[in-house]
């Protein structure tokens, strides 16, 4: 059976990760701007404060933490401390600190610490993709995901302090695909309007059968009516209940997973382009470069010639 969510992880294709600790003591607040990665984070000691979307979240002992592609952000002592000259600018301090260790506030025992990470994704896809994620998962200490994740985080830390290891990138890389589906498919879903996005669509059953139906032949003349069909509800029904839920139209969904899918093919460089056409569903290469242009705003060839 097709699964969605392990495609997008495998097009986003983490690939960097990169610790920081973050210590600090009184009041403090660390600012980072929007940016188009995955970053994680875990608190080891004490608690603070995120300011990301929507109201301030609590972050206490054990936490997790992922942003997806997230707009502006802060991490501070206490609610409020987010404004004013006493900001520190995140990606200039961490870029300063020795040994990635980043100490912030009044000196004294340690109030807070937090163990913090990013890794880089495929940029080709990551616009679309980080679309169809939630910006924020928080996962609290006293659920079953929180302690899986801290296993992981163990294990990542592990491979990337002795990164001479046989094999330690590919062990890397899996762990962290793996910590990023835990998180996701661990992610509350308490909100009486949740977020749309996929995670969402996966939790509504006819949406879900829709969206596995796409993603185990990509290539078939998808109309709403037939997704509908697989679905075992009426058109209007899904037609509804898809953007309510991933935010897209079916059929839109359906065009942005075969670009998707273009994107990868042409990168890699092993088929042409009539091949990558048939691939994805397009009887024709140029029904294909058309679609592929207004898309991209680039023609399949150009673009292959310009990632290689």
Same mark, same amino acid.
């Given at each position: ?12 294709h ?7 600790? /973050? ?33 301030p ?11 997806s ?6 991490f501070s002592?206490? /609610? ?11 990606e200039?301090?961490?870029a ?12 004294g025992?340690?109030?807070?610490q937090?163990l ?11 616009d ?15 659920t ?11 294990l990542?830390?592990?491979?990337a ?32 309007k ?17 969206? *596995?139906? /796409? ?19 009426s058109?209007?029904v899904?037609?509804?209940?898809f953007? *309510? ?5 079916? /059929? ?5 997973? *075969? ?14 382009i009539a ?5 994805i ?16 705003g ?11």
């Open positions: 059976m097709a699964d969605p969510l392990t495609d997008v992880i495998g097009l986003l983490p690939r960097v990760v990169l610790w920081k600790q /973050i210590e600090g003591s009184g009041r403090w607040a660390l600012r980072f701007a929007a940016n188009p990665d995955v970053n994680f984070g875990v608190v080891t000691v004490g608690h603070c404060w995120l300011q990301c979307e929507g109201a979240v609590r972050l206490a002992k054990g936490d997790f933490l992922l942003l592609g997230p707009p502006a952000f802060t002592s206490d /609610i409020g401390e987010d404004t004013g000259e006493d900001v520190v600018d995140g200039r301090a961490l300063g600190a020795q040994d990635n260790h980043l100490r912030l506030g009044s000196e025992r340690t109030a807070v937090l913090a990470g990013h890794f880089a994704i495929k940029p080709e896809n990551a679309l993709l980080l679309d169809l994620l939630p910006t924020v998962v928080h996962l609290r200490a006293d079953d995901g929180a302690g899986r994740i801290a296993r992981l985080l163990e990542i830390g592990d491979e302090s002795a990164a001479d290891r046989p094999g330690a990138s590919l062990v890397l890389t899996r762990l962290v695909e793996v910590m990023l589906v835990e998180a996701l498919r661990s992610a509350p879903a308490t909100l009486e949740p977020p749309a996005n996929l995670l969402a669509g996966l939790g509504d059953p006819p949406v879900a059968a829709a969206l *596995r139906a /796409i993603h185990a032949n990509a290539a078939r003349p998808w109309t709403v009516a037939t997704l509908a069909a697989e679905a075992r509800v058109r209007s899904l037609a509804q209940r953007v *309510r839920r991933v935010g897209l139209t079916p /059929i839109e969904y359906l065009l942005s997973w *075969r670009m998707a899918m273009a994107k990868r093919a042409l990168r890699q460089g092993d088929q042409s091949e990558i056409a048939r691939e569903g397009y009887g024709s290469t140029t029904a294909f470069s058309t679609a592929f242009s207004r898309v991209t680039s023609a399949p060839g150009r673009y292959a010639r310009q990632d290689r």
